[in-house]
């Protein structure tokens, strides 16, 4: 078996990256991430599947947001959650990373939940830990951030229900953003009908070609007759060196106004992985308007987390199959 | 409805400030209180009350203590609890403060209990939460700390009975004090038959005469026969300008000394919010003596906080009628 | 009863040093952690022994590793834990000590557990709580670090069952480590045949004869024949100072090689507190060899903190018989 992510009869055992995944698998993720949304809406907003299992947060970069809601999936699912803050104190401490991994499995840890600000991070410690121990990638440099685009797409299906009919539009900094990266992998894999991507020569990648999506430099152009249009957050860092202009005048060739959301089809949907720019990558009425689904993504993201860290924890214990929430 | 702290029906939505609570309602919060003091001192000292639930502590001003009673009064009720700094969080990336409310709220937290150096800060966020979300106020700059005013009429209700017969007394920097302010408005809902305030009149506030109470600038006069005596913290930063003289001096004008203590009634109690300043407001022998309640005070806490949370929580679900514990 | 760690009926109440513990109790502590050890193999890796109970972590010197294993033992007993940085709180207030731990136990809280850089701190916390409050000591200054003396116990019996026939070498910086005081007086207590200290002489204690040990400067000579290795890290700051010359020549010295490892008995095992120094203290090739069991240290480690907070929270409540896990 050539994908690490997956156990030799098929089930998700670390959830590193979208790429090399197969459309069914997605499918799963998102189907038991609608059966985790009913019970976000209930009196009791939590399931006993993973109680006793521990799980522990390695930010290695900090996101409480990110954070956060791995945290409150965990706890929805009734695991114990740990969060350690890795910079500040093993490794200060001179320990290698391996070794302080090793250590927290030899706690009898089910999950690490791993953020870093080195693409590859997450496959790293997934190719290092104990059979017993699952390895979630949230987020790690410029390379994937997996969760993120499964509530993406979940939250597309939501709306849209058939991925070939679609066409999608991606604005913004691609080339360095995990979030785009990892959203085109899924858009693909779930044979969406047009994936776009739209943004200056600068912060496009180079094999935009290979990755089977169309290149659009004038936001006019790539935004017409879409289905979905998702924004990326500009990092500030961008903007120090010579990459970009001012946010002033990114906005003005880039930012999703009400005049260029008309381009789009007429119940085209608005996303945004957060947090947002306002004024930058897009403008505050078009986040607030009527045809955003920024705040549902956010609902979304703790359904589909849930999915995940159930999925990988039951194909740890060999009872993927039956585990149903 | 002009309280927007209460349901359409009369019930805890919000715990904003005592202002405009009615008495009921306080003897309610103080009536509940009662039941949970009870689960403290059992085995287990936990309920099932709020299972399932997500309260999310924002403090935006440290404070371990407060929020250690908050986190653990949750607990016992079996919420789910996360602690958010928000200051190093989001904000730092620039996403304004109703961006990150708005998300947390989609993560379907059921609870925000805010703390925060801003007066008004609680309030404006419940004025922007969803309707399914109860705000706490933990604590807002000058203005109000509605939990400690509860959990201070509490420790009274349990040592003197009958509020309209006691004479109380507060001492100290009324001016800046949430904590006074929030106690002034309880003791008069409350029936209190005489509110008085002791100090300088750089730390007393000019409208004292429509807040009902009685200003005195002499401790000796002020303590005359009172049945319950609330000192307050000297905050350290009031004494770098000129407000105050030294620490020493206001100690000799206003500390809390035996001898003074001598001048209220033989069974009079000693309160304070904590953390003391020993030798400041409150000499050591009267904080550790039999006079003082300090420390029945921290325990009073936990129960308020579970009454009010278990209330507002009550209410958001209707069941408010129903949920006893 | 001189021993303030025991209640009257002589079970365990706090658990600050091993020093006046006798052989009956260790054995009790260990065999306990016999049967959690059980538990954390199971899918459902919990017991619902302390539910209901509060325990506050009060970590004055920062140590994520050492809190983590507190916390996960606790969270494995269903207790409520809460971690509480004190030196970054209360403390900045101005607030002493001991008013802080008497406000938290006011909180109904059941057991600090207590990592300090001075010696004696866990002592001194024990000997001003409530009647109804346990302490553990997770290490003091240069004094003791029982429970990890007992889990190193725990191992050694794990591998070797019958103390009285082992010889056992401590190789390092004795003088320094709370470490080494504890696992000595645990080797004492449980009878071992032999215990070395191998070490140059700046880094031995003045009373090592008083102790029962043989001291050894020289490694090869020290190793001979030994069943168990427990090799110490060597606290960077040590080598600021004119107590050691580099860590190079310090692993020439003291280092735990394969070649030395020789010296010992073929099935010694090698043990390490962690973190460890790799190239200074031990060579890599030892500490991931075939007779390393470093890792089942941290694995037990867990187990013999659930071991202790159970008892001291059974005897806490009168129901240290009965209340086997």
Do not use: W
């Not at 799980?55 to 970069?61: P, R, S, Y």
């Not at 999506?213 to 903007?239: A, F, K, P, S, W």
């Not at 609902?299 to 194909?315: D, E, K, Q, W």
């Amino acid at each position: 078996m050539t994908n690490n992510q997956l156990t030799d009869s098929g089930h998700l055992r670390h959830f590193l990256t979208i790429e090399g995944l197969k459309r069914p698998l997605l499918t799963e993720i998102m189907d038991r991430a609608e059966q985790f949304s009913s019970i976000t809406n209930r009196q009791v907003k939590k399931v006993p599947l993973l109680r006793g299992k521990t799980i522990m947060n390695l930010f290695f970069e900090n996101s409480t947001r990110t954070r956060t809601t791995f945290e409150l999936a965990a706890k929805r699912l009734s695991a114990d959650v740990m969060n350690l803050n890795i910079s500040t104190s093993a490794t200060s401490k001179g320990e290698s990373l391996l070794d302080t991994l090793h250590n927290l499995e030899a706690m009898h840890t089910d999950m690490f939940v791993v953020r870093h600000s080195q693409s590859g991070a997450a496959e790293f410690i997934a190719q290092h830990v104990a059979p017993h121990v699952s390895v979630i990638n949230a987020g790690d440099g410029c390379h994937a951030h997996p969760t993120q685009a499964m509530l993406d797409m979940f939250t597309i299906r939501r709306h849209k229900q058939h991925f070939p009919d679609l066409r999608v539009a991606i604005i913004g900094d691609i080339l360095h953003s995990r979030v785009a990266r990892s959203q085109i992998q899924a858009l693909s894999t779930l044979g969406v009908g047009e994936i776009r991507v739209i943004g200056p020569k600068t912060l496009l990648p180079s094999d935009c070609q290979t990755l089977g999506v169309h290149v659009y430099h004038d936001i006019d152009e790539g935004l017409r007759d879409v289905d979905v249009i998702i924004t990326l957050r500009l990092q500030n860092e961008r903007m120090q060196g010579a990459l970009l202009p001012s946010a002033r005048e990114y906005f003005q060739c880039f930012g999703l106004t009400e005049e260029k959301l008309q381009l789009a089809k007429p119940d085209a949907i608005v996303m945004h992985p957060g947090p947002i720019n306002r004024g930058v990558e897009i403008a505050s009425t078009v986040a607030d308007g009527p045809q955003s689904v920024i705040l549902e993504q956010v609902t979304h993201g703790i359904a589909i987390r849930m999915a995940v860290m159930s999925m990988a924890l039951g194909s740890q214990s060999e009872l993927a199959e039956g585990s149903t929430p």
